[in-house]
Every structure is written in structure tokens, then in C-alpha cells.
Nanobody, 130 residues
Framework: QVHLVQSGGGSVQAGGSLRVGCEAS???????MGWFRQAPGKQREAVFT????????NYADSVKGRFTIPENYAWNTLTLYMNNLRPEDTAVYYC????????????????????????WGQGTQVTVSS
């Protein structure tokens, strides 16, 4: 059984940095791990995904160059470092684990809707003020 526990988040002014962490258990090599976010009144969107078996990492265009996961990260400790934060990054951030293909894992950050069953963390608020 997959279990995800999140940490971090908080409030910061625009241009600042925060991190959100996810401790995962029960995840196997055929899982896609990811960070999603949901702003008020908006759909949940993927900002980062990684297919564990091949270590590939994928970022949404909106966060590319600002958000990062350390290279060679441990799959059971997924920390998203968020730099140069903007007010539009304000959202509840969710860690997710789902069984899917590498190509589907990649496509999620391009706006492809999530159709697979996923296990979610409890959610962490990130607030960026201007």
C-alpha cells in the first residue's frame, strides 16, 4: 500500500524560495511520482513528474528553470525546491504516486488530464505575496 506524507510549504514574498517534501512508502519501480498543484477555482495541474524506473524528470513550462528536484534523488524522498516564486504559484501542492507508462508520466506536465488512479499526499499550502 502506497503512503505519502508531505512537509514544508508556507508563505513567502515574490522572488523568494520554499520547498515541499514528500516521504513515500510502498512505491515500486513502475511508479510515476509527481508534484501537482491546485489554485482556487482552477484544475489540479502537474508541475513535475518522474518515472522511477528510468529516473526521467519532467517539468511544466510554467515552472521550468525555477522549480527543481535534486539529481539522483531518492525515489522515496521527493523534495521540490521552488525558487523565484511568483504570486501565480500560490496553490495547494500535492505529492502523487501512480502506476502508468513512462510516456504518460511525461505527458502529465504538458496538461494531459490525469485518468489513472493516484495516491495523494495530504496537500501543502504555498502562498506567494506580491
Amino acid at each position: 500500500q502506497v503512503h505519502l506524507v508531505q512537509s514544508g510549504g508556507g508563505s513567502v514574498q515574490a522572488g523568494g524560495s520554499l520547498r515541499v517534501g514528500c516521504e513515500a512508502s510502498g512505491v515500486t519501480q513502475d511508479y510515476c511520482m509527481g508534484w501537482f498543484r491546485q489554485a482556487p477555482g482552477k484544475q489540479r495541474e502537474a508541475v513535475f513528474t518522474s518515472f522511477i524506473a528510468d529516473g526521467s524528470t519532467n517539468y511544466a513550462d510554467s515552472v521550468k528553470g525555477r522549480f527543481t528536484i535534486p539529481e539522483n534523488y531518492a525515489w522515496n524522498t521527493l523534495t521540490l525546491y521552488m525558487n523565484n516564486l511568483r504570486p501565480e504559484d500560490t496553490a495547494v501542492y500535492y505529492c502523487a504516486a501512480l502506476q502508468t507508462s513512462p510516456s504518460r508520466c511525461r505527458s502529465l506536465v504538458s496538461g494531459s488530464p490525469l485518468t489513472e488512479d493516484a495516491t495523494w499526499g495530504q496537500g501543502t499550502q504555498v502562498t506567494v505575496s506580491s
